[in-house]
């Protein structure tokens, strides 16, 4: 997964906690994703950035916020966990000149107690 | 509405044995369609694609052919593998309108020696 790099990989979170899940790619590309994925649900869309300074919600927004930096950088904030936002979480963006490709990041195991 | 549905899994197969993972689609116009592979603890990465109607992608043995008169875009292979276990996503981005892409559910695959 070049090009994507996402942190912290893994995070364990009381309720009422706040973090934020950082994602950089060096791939120059203008938009950007975060999903989270939960068994038998597969890949769900909660925010996503179509270039730098804009931002707009996905399939399952709530709880969540999302800062677009700059065109590298798009954060996912949780300001205040719930059990509920235990998944993995994945950010990923698109190369609109070839196809659509879709590149991911590894990935972040978060666990809210 | 977009929207992809693949067959429920696990899909659970000899080493040697043939593969299909079905999927179909509900998209206007003709969009590009894609499989996308995820490796135990690994985000996700294209296995193959395909643009317009007819065409077959391929890669690393897996093949699909669009299928526009059915709508489906179904995963084959001939021979798996162990190393073929993983989880397998169908996935569309539609031509124009909305860049966001339309993932399936997933079928993990789950292949004995």
């Known amino acids: 997964n070049a090009g994507v790099t996402q942190t912290p990989k893994f995070q364990v979170l009381k309720t009422g906690q706040s973090m934020t899940l950082q994602c950089a790619q060096d791939m120059n590309h203008n938009s950007m994703y975060w999903y989270r994925q939960d068994p038998g649900m597969g890949l769900r869309l909660i925010y996503y950035?179509?270039?730098?300074?804009?931002?707009d919600k996905g399939e399952v927004p709530n709880g969540y916020n999302v800062s677009r930096l700059n065109k590298r950088e798009f954060s996912l904030r949780l300001e205040s966990a719930a059990p509920s936002q235990t998944s993995v979480y994945f950010c990923?963006?698109?190369?609109?000149?070839?196809?659509?490709?879709?590149?991911f990041g590894e990935g972040s195991w978060l666990t809210v107690v | 509405g977009n929207s992809v549905t693949q067959m429920e899994g696990p899909v659970t197969l000899s080493e040697e044995a043939f593969l299909t993972i079905n999927c179909t689609y509900t998209a206007t116009g003709y969009p590009s369609l894609f499989w996308y592979v995820q490796y135990p603890g690994e985000g996700l990465q294209l296995l193959l694609k395909a643009t317009k109607a007819d065409d077959k992608g391929s890669n690393k043995g897996f093949e699909a052919t669009y299928r526009k008169e059915t709508t489906s875009f179904h995963l084959e292979k001939g021979s798996v593998q162990v190393s073929d276990s993983a989880v397998y996503f169908c996935a569309l981005k539609p031509k124009g309108g909305s860049y966001i892409p339309t993932f399936g559910r997933g079928t993990s695959l789950i292949v004995h020696p």
């Open positions: 990923a963006t698109p190369d609109q000149r070839a196809g659509n490709t879709i590149y």
């Open positions: 950035s179509a270039s730098e300074g804009t931002t």
